[in-house]
């Protein structure tokens, strides 16, 4: 029996890297996880502790999971109903965003954050692409910027392309657990080749092996940075689902609506007609910017309409 962290999720098969000695063993799942109420594709994920039982194959069972600090989940791909585990005890998340080529929406930038506020997780935005970018590109740019940075949020603009800033990124990378996110053409695989240029053979053969019918969509890896930590690669996210978050929590995890919504005149106050509403008013008064407002009725609406599953 040993202990280890799982670093690579392909389908069935899970890559555990040992605790003592950091040996690299394939492993399959024993027994039927029900993980505490969480309906999940995927009962195991990049970033669990587990333990492990080593067969005479030269594979091995993942027996346990430890307890997890937080993990970070999307809907499922495939069922509504269930939601995917991207990743688990992790220390941070960046989302890499564009403002245009292709441009990510303030609605998926404003989903991922309220998710993650909801699972703990600290969230940086890396804007990239800085450099092809016209004038009034750049102008849009900054008032991005300005608008997360206002609410709480770190940013950093960036070319990945050219390396531009990217010195800073890997700073803050060091000794942490990070998930790498963002829509597709955001240019996170050149950001991930710049901060570890021989992750480009990684993807090679990863891409090989899911010609032998490995699931992509299920895919994620923890790759060991030189400065100490990880970065969880996590390919294919389009959207979040915010499960498990009933309507009257969604405000709390709006930074600025959960400040203003203090002085509401009711506690049980959604923010979206009622009368002495504090939260209303700031978005009138130009406190509270009016994407970020959208995107909190957005989500409502997702509760209203029940897209997603209600525990």
């Known amino acids: 029996m ?16 040992t605790d ?34 080593p067969n005479n194959e030269g594979t091995a069972f993942i027996t346990d999971i430890s307890d997890r600090r937080n993990y970070i989940i999307r809907k499922a791909s495939n069922l509504s109903k269930q939601s995917h585990i991207i990743a688990a005890n992790v220390d ?21 954050l309220a998710s993650a506020e909801a699972y703990r997780i600290p969230v940086i935005l890396i804007f990239n692409k800085v450099d092809i970018l016209d004038d009034d590109e750049l102008r849009y ?9 206002t609410v709480g949020y770190e940013c950093r603009s960036i070319s990945a392309e050219r390396g531009d800033g990217v010195e800073s990124v890997m700073q803050l990378l ?9 829509n597709s053409g955001v240019g996170k695989s050149t950001l991930i080749n710049r901060l570890l240029p021989d992750a480009n053979l990684r993807t090679a053969e990863i891409s090989d092996a899911h010609n032998t019918g490995m699931h992509t969509t299920t895919f994620s890896e923890m790759l060991p940075l030189p400065s100490g930590g990880y970065i969880i690669d996590t390919p294919g996210i389009k959207g979040f689902g915010t499960f498990n978050i009933e309507p009257e929590e969604l405000s709390g995890y709006f930074k600025e609506i959960f400040r203003f919504s203090r ?18 008013k700031a978005v009138e008064d130009h406190y509270i910017a009016a994407s970020r407002y959208q995107s909190y009725l957005s989500m409502l609406d997702d509760k209203e309409e029940g897209k997603y599953r209600k525990d």
């Open 141 to 149: 740019l900054d008032m991005m910027i300005n608008l997360y940075e």
């Open 263 to 280: 002085d509401c005149r009711f506690s049980n106050c959604t923010h979206t007609h009622e009368p002495g509403c504090a939260v209303l």
């Open 2 to 17: 040993q202990t280890g962290l799982v670093i690579r999720n392909t389908g069935s098969w899970y890559t555990v890297k």
């Open 20 to 53: 003592d000695g950091g040996q690299l063993i394939d492993c399959k799942i024993k027994g039927n996880f029900r993980l505490k109420g969480i309906r999940s594709t995927n009962p195991v994920a990049v970033g669990d502790h587990v333990t492990i039982v």
């Open 174 to 182: 060091a000794g942490k657990v990070t998930v790498l996110s963002g």
């Open 92 to 112: 941070q998340a960046i989302l890499v965003v564009t403002v245009n080529y292709p441009q990510t929406s303030t609605t998926f930038i404003d989903r991922f």
